[in-house]
């Protein structure tokens, strides 16, 4: 079980205390399958979350399609305190941007966590794409136009000054930490608007945003609604159970992304599982799977700050070791897929990406070493796929995942917190799964 060492503020919830009967999964606990591994072809330059490294810490990804040009088509990634970077296809370093500095020494700073982008928003000079970036340090989304053109680097700053806190009243209440923490955007076929989900670190809170493009050139957003999962649950012999935290914390969202053509959203509650539910935060969540360590009862000791598990009642799923983070999709709505990572064994898991809503187990695999300076990934916090061409390095799409856990022998130093993210052909992963 992992540990997220912060208090929680108490918030509105629709759902959150609740305890439900879930839909029924599999009862039996299992160990973690075989799976198939698939080698890495780049990874970017290691990030080191020290002063020295500029508290560069690698978290999401999100692949922006240059359609004019495929083959020159960007990464952008988080890199929490250190900002946000930008990609090549090579993995090489496009461009680097900073987080926000803290307006006093007492704030806390800026600090990225996941990102998402829109293609095609509609602003008053036309159409543009973005990137969305969930601002933790300042409970804030962040907006940056992608211009490949632009001299400088591609991506440029035109979040609107006066946006507000997404959850925090003040900022006393933003240096609680308490903030934006998983994002995922998304469009509204029927309106044409555009939205972000962002979830709360520490709570089971959501909130949808409206982008809402300005005359002056910037974008901000407004809340639309708010929606908490639950953080209770009733166990198939009658108990309830709450994921073991820090006291006064309660199981957070963080990987979560939203299927464009029927606007469902995707949303991996850390130590619970993967929930599906309508973008909108209108109608009840599903949750679609489990983690193993579901129904696991725990302990925390605030000497080691880590839960001591008790014994395995066998309620969990088969299929992912907490913490489930890092959803993406890829394929068509009907015969496509979506993609969890499992922190707790460096897996990934395919589900099936039915129209009818269907979720069914497709398979999994693991990204592994090639050689002694490309190895794999392991404990993946991001991951994002694109299934278009995109030149001829990658001509059947591209997956880029994370490395929590950078040991390259070129990446890798003693006693320095080193992450990264790794490039995989997108073929070679539908091979290696079977699908």
Same mark, same amino acid.
């Given at each position: 079980?992992?540990? @997220?060492?912060?208090?929680?503020?108490?918030?509105?919830?629709?759902?959150?205390?609740?305890?439900?009967?879930?839909?029924?999964?599999?009862?039996? @606990?299992?160990?973690?399958?075989?799976?198939?591994?698939?080698?890495? =072809?780049?990874?970017?330059?290691?990030?080191?979350?020290?002063?020295?490294?500029?508290?560069?810490?690698?978290?999401?990804?999100?692949?922006?399609?240059?359609?004019? @040009?495929?083959?020159?088509?960007?990464?952008?990634?988080?890199? &929490?305190?250190?900002?946000?970077?930008?990609?090549?296809?090579?993995?090489?370093? +496009?461009?680097?941007?900073?987080?926000?500095?803290?307006? =006093?020494?007492?704030?806390?700073? #800026?600090?990225?966590?996941? +990102?998402?982008?829109?293609?095609?928003?509609?602003?008053?000079?036309?159409?543009?794409? +973005?990137?969305?970036?969930?601002?933790?340090?300042?409970?804030?989304?962040?907006?940056?136009?992608?211009?490949?053109?632009?001299?400088?680097?591609?991506?440029?700053?035109?979040?609107?000054?006066?946006?507000?806190?997404?959850?925090?009243?003040?900022?006393?209440?933003?240096?609680?930490?308490?903030?934006?923490? #998983?994002?995922?955007?998304?469009?509204?076929?029927?309106?044409?608007?555009?939205?972000?989900?962002?979830?709360?670190?520490?709570?089971?809170?959501?909130?949808?945003?409206?982008?809402?493009?300005?005359?002056?050139?910037?974008?901000?957003?407004?809340?639309?609604?708010?929606?908490?999962?639950?953080?209770?649950?009733?166990?198939?012999?009658?108990?309830?159970?709450? /994921?073991?935290?820090?006291?006064?914390?309660? /199981?957070? %969202?963080?990987?979560? %992304?939203?299927?464009?053509?029927?606007?469902?959203?995707?949303? #991996?509650?850390?130590?619970?599982?993967?929930?599906?539910? /309508?973008?909108?935060? &209108?109608?009840?969540?599903?949750?679609?799977? &489990?983690?193993?360590?579901?129904?696991?009862?725990?302990?925390?000791?605030? #000497? =080691? *700050?880590?839960? +001591?598990?008790?014994?395995?009642?066998?309620?969990?799923?088969?299929?992912?070791?907490?913490?489930?983070?890092?959803?993406?999709?890829?394929?068509?709505?009907?015969?496509?897929?979506?993609?969890?990572?499992?922190?707790?064994?460096?897996?990934?898991?395919?589900?099936?990406?039915?129209?009818?809503?269907?979720?069914?187990? *497709?398979?999994?695999?693991?990204?592994?070493?090639?050689?002694?300076?490309?190895?794999?990934?392991?404990?993946?916090?991001?991951?994002?796929?694109?299934?278009?061409?995109?030149?001829?390095?990658?001509?059947?799409?591209?997956?880029? %995942?994370?490395?929590? @856990? *950078?040991?390259?022998?070129?990446?890798?130093?003693?006693?320095?917190?080193? =992450?990264?993210? &790794?490039?995989?052909?997108?073929?070679?992963?539908?091979?290696?799964?079977?699908?």
């Amino acid at each position: 079980m992992r540990i @997220h060492r912060s208090t929680r503020l108490a918030a509105g919830a629709a759902l959150g205390t609740a305890l439900l009967t879930l839909v029924p999964l599999s009862s039996a @606990h299992a160990r973690p399958l075989p799976l198939p591994g698939v080698g890495a =072809t780049a990874e970017t330059a290691p990030l080191h979350d020290d002063e020295a490294g500029g508290n560069a810490n690698a978290d999401d990804p999100a692949i922006w399609r240059d359609d004019a @040009h495929p083959g020159r088509s960007l990464v952008v990634a988080t890199a &929490k305190e250190g900002g946000l970077r930008v990609y090549g296809l090579d993995a090489s370093l +496009v461009q680097s941007l900073p987080a926000p500095a803290p307006a =006093t020494e007492d704030d806390a700073p #800026g600090r990225f966590n996941n +990102v998402d982008l829109v293609t095609g928003l509609r602003t008053p000079s036309g159409r543009a794409d +973005v990137a969305v970036v969930s601002d933790r340090g300042n409970d804030r989304l962040r907006i940056y136009r992608i211009d490949p053109s632009r001299p400088g680097g591609p991506l440029r700053d035109v979040t609107d000054p006066a946006a507000a806190p997404v959850f925090s009243e003040d900022q006393a209440e933003i240096n609680e930490q308490r903030t934006a923490y #998983g994002l995922a955007t998304w469009r509204d076929r029927a309106t044409g608007r555009s939205y972000a989900l962002v979830s709360r670190r520490n709570t089971t809170d959501l909130a949808l945003l409206e982008l809402r493009p300005t005359a002056a050139g910037t974008v901000g957003y407004r809340l639309v609604r708010t929606l908490s999962l639950p953080s209770s649950f009733r166990l198939p012999d009658g108990t309830s159970w709450t /994921p073991c935290g820090e006291p006064g914390e309660l /199981p957070q %969202v963080e990987g979560m %992304v939203v299927d464009p053509a029927d606007g469902t959203l995707y949303a #991996g509650q850390e130590d619970v599982g993967i929930w599906r539910l /309508p973008a909108t935060l &209108k109608g009840r969540p599903v949750l679609m799977d &489990k983690v193993r360590e579901y129904g696991v009862p725990g302990t925390y000791d605030p #000497g =080691t *700050e880590e839960c +001591v598990p008790g014994t395995d009642p066998g309620f969990g799923g088969r299929r992912l070791a907490a913490d489930v983070e890092g959803l993406t999709l890829f394929g068509r709505p009907g015969s496509g897929h979506l993609m969890a990572s499992g922190q707790g064994d460096d897996s990934f898991a395919l589900y099936g990406r039915g129209a009818s809503g269907g979720n069914a187990y *497709e398979g999994g695999f693991r990204v592994t070493a090639v050689s002694a300076d490309l190895d794999g990934s392991e404990e993946c916090d991001g991951a994002a796929a694109l299934d278009e061409p995109l030149g001829a390095r990658y001509p059947h799409g591209l997956l880029v %995942v994370q490395d929590g @856990h *950078e040991t390259s022998a070129s990446g890798s130093e003693e006693g320095r917190e080193t =992450t990264g993210f &790794k490039f995989v052909d997108l073929r070679a992963v539908t091979r290696a799964a079977g699908v």
